[in-house]
């Protein structure tokens, strides 16, 4: 299958939790409309991740078909356009992006109810190659990051050879998603030897700088 993953901020008009109570629900139905949906999640930012400042994301939508001509089947339905109308009652349309991903699970392990899901956007070092970055990525970090004791489940989402096509840059490279226990299941993980191994181990196919995150709590709407 072929994975959609959509981030986005919230209106400015619109605090956070009637932001996030009219995704869940309203928008929800209206997503799930959408011919050919294999599967749907949200996952909506935490309300403390807003003490200090703004999270770059309010949140992404992940949505699974079965393939990409399944998506551009959508291009042009009634079922489409009442999404995108519904999106401007809610989202501030002019920072969503939208990647078309592979998922590769990397670590498996049971979820339990109120756990938490780091989603970290991912850059690749500027003198790798696409190919190479994913590779380093799935084959050698993957493994690594699995090693962190308190990581429950962790997904790799690479962006498709298509959003390079002709020139183009997709939003990012990729999405990383570990699902911890708790927050402060998150908190100890970095205290731990495997985390620093971890960390620095992303220099070598992650670009330099601060890799931009949201720590959110999930809600599958299409199981």
Not at 117 to 141: A, C, G, M, S, T
Not at 202 to 211: C, K, V
Request: charged share 30%; proline share 4%.
């Amino acid at each position: 299958m072929v994975k959609l993953v959509v981030c986005f901020k919230r209106r400015a008009d619109m605090e956070v939790e009637p932001f996030q109570e009219y995704w869940r629900t309203r928008h929800a139905e209206v997503v799930s409309g959408l011919p050919g949906v294999r599967r749907y999640v949200q996952s909506h930012t935490l309300l403390a991740g807003y003490r200090k400042e703004e999270p770059v994301y309010d949140g992404i939508a992940e949505v699974w078909f079965d393939d990409t001509d399944a998506i551009r089947a959508l291009d042009g339905t009634d079922a489409l356009r009442a999404v995108q109308e519904d999106e401007a009652r809610f989202i501030d349309r002019s920072t969503m992006k939208t990647l078309v991903t592979d998922e590769h699970l990397i670590k498996d392990g049971d979820l339990p109810d109120g756990c938490v899901k780091n989603i970290e956007f991912v850059h690749r070092r500027p003198d790798l190659d696409i190919e190479e970055f994913q590779r380093y990525w799935r084959e050698v970090h993957g493994p690594l990051a699995s090693e962190i004791s308190v990581i429950l489940r962790y997904v790799q989402s690479h962006c498709r050879r298509g959003g390079y096509a002709d020139g183009r840059q997709p939003p990012c490279d990729g999405v990383a998603i570990t699902w911890f226990e708790s927050t402060a299941a998150m908190r100890e993980s970095a205290r731990s030897d495997a985390y620093a191994r971890t960390r620095a181990d992303e220099a070598n196919f992650i670009a330099p700088g601060e890799l931009p995150f949201i720590i959110t709590r999930e809600h599958v709407v299409i199981a």
